[in-house]
DNA sequence: CTGAAAGCGCTTACAG
DNA sequence: CTGAAAGCGCTTACAG
């Protein structure tokens, strides 16, 4: 374990310098920054381990721990960091960018070894916050701030599954989201719903943009369904689009026989149903999990920033009838 | 915040005694070690926060994130952290003795304020770690060792959701659980399905104890159907359940029609299945805030441990058929 | 913007 | 078993 000296001393400067740049107060030059960053990251530095300070953490943001997908991500984070003797800090957003900031702020205190974040918008978020530990964004496409991400390719995953509707038959297909300020994961999935429906030729439907978050048992569909009459209803993610299911039969209507569904993500519950959903499968653990070693490999072995996309999979399910077949 | 020297002063010794006793290491008189924890805790003394520690932790320990209604208690235990300036670290015991006391040593080296678990077997449980922090079990009963806790009462909810299958004219019901070692929550329900059966002078089935950690979606009970031709099955916890549902569905049975099916906890997926699931909703998230609440409380007023229960609520879905009714 | 130096919080041989 | 004191790692006015 090596000491702030010996970090001053790698970088060609005093303690008190080393200090200033790693806490991030007072002022330095940017030279003298990026030399005490690199000679901390090549150290493995890490502040008063003499001080029984314990292992190092990195914390972990992700829009909410009861979506079953970031519950994976966050799982498989967990298990990465246990393995490589890291502690893990949590925060949500609730996707909500005002309670991201909040909640980024709060895991700094901690002086966390690095970030994992998934945020509402990657371009936006977290404009304030203005020196940050080493950061992997997981689901969100990297910035010019954010080099390093791992994500797959939402805007193919929505076209994809949006075709496979149209190879149906289905032409007026909606899609139904949470607000896309909140997601660009959404927001991509729908662009990319958006390309497909042009590409054939089709009249897109605009997005249903909905509250969710904790209303998705008492979801009602019935005027959007009277004034658009959908045959088919794209989720932009899998739980949304089991209460969009949950919605339909409490109006009465039948899966896929009166309307089709799918979704995004490929939860495990969604196999669960009676009848399977019809989603595009993303590796949310995998992902999770080359997030952290990224992440561990810029903070530990200073690592340049990467950006790794994971492929997606459609997943037929029943929860889709193709319209072109007479029955 | 207090420093070690105001510790030392409270408990008439020197900082060095003092920091014997809260580091554990060096000789020091059990009368001391009374002392200086005493003052330790009146102070809500913790260790090198001007170095930069940042604001206070409390550790989460649950068996799993991808289990939604562990994922509920973690959502509002941070909520109530956050909210109370307070960060929260995660482990996972994977329902596993050996990876529980593992992850707990990992959270205590960051030196929580206190610690939020829900253990395998709260008797045996972290026999050997000695020193804890403040300590709240969340979901099982209070021992003689952990006195402060938040639980529903588990016998009773598998009583009274046996008395509602032995009401509908069911004898042969089956129990399907994890390992019981891995949860006092699933031996407690399942204890309290002996005590129904018994009540009801019905022979109990013995449970099904199956390792379900990560193979839902493939659950195969065709062996145990055919051996045991139960009429209804009790999963221990809904995500259980659930599987089960999906598995006899593979098998070609209908549910409710030729097998009923029943869970515990309540949570929302089970209310967005074709077939809504009868549960017994345990109010998981209010429990966490619960935990969280009496946790900082203790932590930070020294109020005395105590014991909460919180009610449980049979929930009749449409999985359970009522075989005293002609059809 | 940078460093020498004072000083804080803590730990730990050393002496008793 | 306990404390005085040396010393470590770090931060931070202060001077330049």
Known sequence: MSTLQQVAFRAGCSVATASRVLNRNGPVSDEMVRRVRRAAAELGYRVGYRN???????????P?????????????IQNRALHAGHSVLIAQSNYDPAQEADAVAS????????LILTVCDPERSLALSSALPPTVLLGNLPTTRFTAAVATDNFGAGRDLTDHLLLRGHRRILFISGHFAASDRAKLRYLGYLKAMEAAGQQPLEALEISFISSLDQLDLSDAIARLSPTAIIGSNDLL????????????????RDISVAGFDGISLGLLTEVSLTTVEIPDGTMGGAAASLLLDMAENAAPPRHLTLPYRLRPGGTVRDLSIQS
Chains 1, 2 share one sequence.
């Open 52 to 62: 029984g300070n314990g292992r190092p953490a990195i914390g972990v943001l992700i």
């Open 241 to 256: 689009a089991l209460g969009v299911m949950g919605a339909l039969r409490r109006q009465g209507l039948s899966i896929p």
């Open 107 to 114: 895991l700094l205190q901690q002086q966390p070894t690095g």
């Open 64 to 76: 909410s721990i009861t979506n079953p997908v970031f519950a994976a991500s966050l799982s498989s």
